[in-house]
């Protein structure tokens, strides 16, 4: 929690709405923000060295200008440009390395119209060794940003709570004095039962609800007592959690969902409800990784 607040720019508005939402980020946070811009060798059929030359020192120009516009808007924060001549995914993982928080758009200057989330904010946030905040298109999405909205979403498996993930969330909600919405979500599966099991799974809805709301009620006890400021709203919801996720967060300033760290995750790809609402959210994602 005492690294600086990374953002990938690329001179992009997308990146530019990104990096201001991690420099109020940092702000809260008292950390600095370390502006990281990458810009991979051009193939040499493309350019001759020279070009390349013009090339590197054209994006050493926009992360100085962009830095100097961050120091005069946000005074008082340390800000920091760093360029690299890597590509973008691994100049934000190796940035990420000991960062408090990694912070990118959705989209760059890459992608297509349509396209929600490009490679390399869906690389970054499945493979970062810190949490990681993709911010949506604010040009698609007016209201992407949450300034209006006033809680903080944290989506909760309560039969195994992951500490990484309520944390963050709680600490989220505690800076933002939002309340904290915590969702556990649960439905059938895609194969649908017989009409009389749904009939008999309505009539047990009450019970299940009651059940499944204990579960949750214990696995926040601990956390409520240490942030005793922070509102919770336990929200238990029969409908599958990606979609139950998405529409909480048309509410919300921050969505905040786990991933898994073991090695038996293949290649560190994303979870099907991590990829789903990084590609459907409202608001701002954050993917905070923890332990299997």
Known sequence: ?????????????????????????AHR?????????????????????????????VGEQMLRRTADEFRGRHPGLDVEGVHTDTEPEQALLAAAADAALLVVGARGWGGFDGLAVGSVALCVAAAADCPVVTVPDTAARPSAMGQDADEVVAGVNAHDPADETIGFAFRAARERDALLRVVHAWALPPASPSAWMLTVLEEDRGLWEDQESQVVSDALRAWRERYPQVPVVPDVVLLGPAQALVRASERARLLVVGRRTSPRVA??????????????AHCPVAVVPHPA
């Open 1 to 25: 929690m005492t690294g600086p607040v990374v953002a990938g720019v690329d001179g992009s508005e997308r990146s530019l709405a990104a990096a201001e939402w991690g420099a109020r980020e």
């Open 267 to 280: 290649e560190r790809r994303l979870g099907p409800v991590a990829h789903a609402v990084l590609h459907h």
């Open 29 to 57: 946070r008292g950390v600095g923000l370390r502006l990281t811009h990458a810009c991979p060798p051009l193939p040499r059929r493309v350019s001759p060295v020279p070009g390349w030359t013009a090339w590197q020192h």
